[in-house]
């Protein structure tokens, strides 16, 4: 399959895409767990990260010895001004924690959707020294990777395949870290979203228009069946509210956020920006996926409730807060 077959099909997947929105032939695999292992960590700045990264993926034990490890941060385009990609020193001391664990092999990948020159994203945020300074760390541009045909595991867009690149699909552990953010979109984008970028520019163009014109909501739930995350590690030390995931203004948040599960991740993370998970689209056609009820966490560390932040919607969006819709959501709400 190439971009130009993907193209070929591209208005029907359009046309189609609201038919196939809400009907009842969606399937979502049910992945839900007995209990996951859900860690909220205070970090107040990026000085104390490595440290702090350290402390929770050992309140995480992730099963690494061995294995070939990905790690899937945030890059979408460095700004000095903004607080939009995952911090190279969460990054490097990921890597760094896991090769202390026994990780065989640990990589960083990611696609892009905005910037065509990864080089210069890695090269302006500083990304490409916090590698170096790991050693044995390289860094794969996913839009440009070699692409295997995979199949979606959902009826929620009408895409009956996914190209995904080999080096995702050779992992034996996926982490996605992504930047807490709100998004003018999706409401938030945190570690389900941040699978948009495993998607190859090279195979699907950009900014991916493919995924988005199946519905984001959607698409997202699709990437999530397809391409299991087995941790979460979320920087929300700096972070972004209003007008994301590029333009909003930076909410020093002071945390970091660990799981085994990336929908109890974040549920977990909307419940730090006061926006009750369940009004999430895409959290909602997710839940199946793990646990977006809290009482189905093991919460480790801070308490949710002690860094909770009131952060302020994208333009033209209102969320609902953390106990103020209906008396189910609010039993199930975050402690």
Not at 74 to 92: D, K, Q
Not at 107 to 135: F, I, K, N, Q
Request: net charge positive; aromatic share 6%; proline share 7%.
């Amino acid at each position: 399959m190439n971009r130009r077959s993907l193209l070929g099909g591209a208005s029907l997947a359009a046309t189609g895409a609201l038919a196939v929105h809400e009907t009842s032939r969606h399937r979502v695999p049910d992945r839900r767990r007995p209990m996951s292992r859900v860690a909220i960590l205070r970090c107040e700045s990026y000085k104390r990260a490595a440290q702090v990264v350290w402390d929770g993926i050992q309140l995480l034990e992730p099963q690494v010895a061995g294995k070939h490890v990905l790690l899937k941060p945030n890059l979408v385009e460095y700004s000095p001004s903004a607080s939009i990609n995952t911090h190279p020193i969460v990054i490097a001391a990921t890597a760094d924690a896991f090769y202390s664990l026994g990780a065989l092999k640990v990589l960083v990948g990611d696609g892009p959707g905005h910037v065509r020159d990864s080089e210069l994203v890695l090269e302006e945020s500083g990304l490409r020294d916090a590698l170096r300074s790991v050693g044995r760390l390289r860094f794969i541009d996913l839009n440009f990777d070699r692409v295997r045909a995979v199949r979606t595991q959902t009826s929620l867009t009408n895409l009956k395949e996914l190209c995904l690149p080999q080096s995702v699909l050779a992992a034996d552990v996926v982490v996605s870290m992504p930047k807490v953010k709100t998004h003018h979109w999706a409401g938030v984008t945190l570690s389900l979203k941040n699978l948009f970028g495993v998607v190859p520019g090279s195979v699907y163009g950009w900014p991916k228009n493919i995924l988005h014109w199946q519905g984001i909501d959607n698409s997202i739930v699709e990437l999530a069946a397809t391409v299991p995350v087995h941790y979460v590690i979320a920087d929300g030390i700096e972070a972004m509210e209003g007008n994301g995931p590029l333009h909003g203004p930076a909410r020093h948040l002071g945390c970091l956020v660990f799981a085994d599960d990336p929908v109890a991740a974040d549920s977990a993370c909307c419940s730090l920006m006061d926006v009750d998970p369940h009004c999430i689209r895409h959290l909602a056609k997710a839940s199946s996926l793990g646990n977006l009820d809290p009482r189905r966490w093991e919460l480790l560390g801070d308490r949710i409730a002690s860094l909770r932040q009131t952060f302020q919607p994208p333009p033209m969006m209102t969320f609902a807060r953390v106990g103020s819709s209906t008396p189910e959501a609010r039993g199930r709400s975050a402690p």
